[in-house]
């Protein structure tokens, strides 16, 4: 209660102190102008070496194989908040292939990066035929059907973790 109520100097004015993210992951980005390279470049070191990275602050650490993709067309977008549109970055985790053999926690997860020998698409799985090794994947636009996908044929599954937005 003594002394001046505002103090006459708040110092150095210059000096700008930024915060930082307790954790930032440095993830490798597939832009969409990359997406054919990566379909045969993932497993090389030396490829995703190249890629541009991509930072994602994180409140948490964590653990696991992960990369962005830069989400290209309509076919996720139904104009609702949890649609992925064009020019978005999905920060994906990668799915061991020891999950595929089970039934996938495909309702543990909005979305999924699956890469295939058709390219990569991003989709909501639907259902998980364990006996046959198919997905059945699901676009948000009505636009477009579901269809199925053999696992034979799917070179990666990767889990949508975060997004960040288009403008």
């Not at 998980?128 to 059945?136: K, L, N, S, Y």
Request: hydrophobic residues 35%; contains cysteine.
């Amino acid at each position: 209660g003594k002394g001046p109520m505002l103090k006459s100097s708040i110092g150095n004015q210059d000096e700008v102190k930024v915060m930082q993210p307790s954790n930032v992951m440095m993830v490798p980005l597939v832009s969409q102008y990359a997406h054919a390279g990566y379909m045969s470049g993932f497993a090389d070191n030396g490829y995703m070496d190249s890629l541009p990275k991509v930072p994602f602050p994180m409140d948490e650490e964590h653990h696991g194989e992960y990369v962005c993709f830069e989400v290209r067309g309509d076919s996720m977008d139904d104009g609702m908040r949890h649609s992925y549109a064009q020019g978005d970055i999905v920060l994906c985790r990668n799915v061991d292939r020891l999950y595929w053999m089970k039934k996938l926690h495909y309702n543990a997860w909005n979305a999924f990066v699956i890469v295939h020998k058709e390219g990569i698409v991003l989709k909501q799985i639907v259902a998980h035929d364990v006996e046959r090794g198919i997905i059945t994947v699901h676009s948000y636009n009505p636009y477009y059907e579901d269809f199925d996908i053999d696992l034979r044929d799917v070179y990666q599954i990767l889990n949508v973790v975060k997004t960040q937005r288009n403008g």
